[in-house]
């Protein structure tokens, strides 16, 4: 597979799984039905709550999840990271899954196998 088709694969997942997450009964942060909004949206236009206090909490919870279930496809990205990114307002979702997508180290890195440049 070529290094853009895995790239993009991997962006692909992280997208999914992000939205999956945000719009699970639990933690229902995301307001938007459609990918094209939800992907040209600020990290501040989902439903983190309404007090500072909240959003954090709300943050990190989602956080938590978000990395849990990434462990469960043995995809490792640092809760850390995660709330690095999610502290990032301003930034859209799409920028904020890539970013992700980059960080992340999928099962695929794990092997012997690299990617055709």
Sequence with gaps: MKESELTEKKRRFI???YFGVSDNPLDDVNPFDGWDEFLAAK???MNWGIDPDAIKRSKIRFAYNFNQILAHYNVSLALEDILVDLDKDTQTNEAMINTWADKAVFPSDKTGT???K
Excluded: L, Q
Aim: hydrophobic share 35%; glycine share 0%.
């Design 114 to 116: 690299k990617a055709i």
């Design 43 to 45: 990290v501040k236009d």
């Design 15 to 17: 997208k999914r799984t």
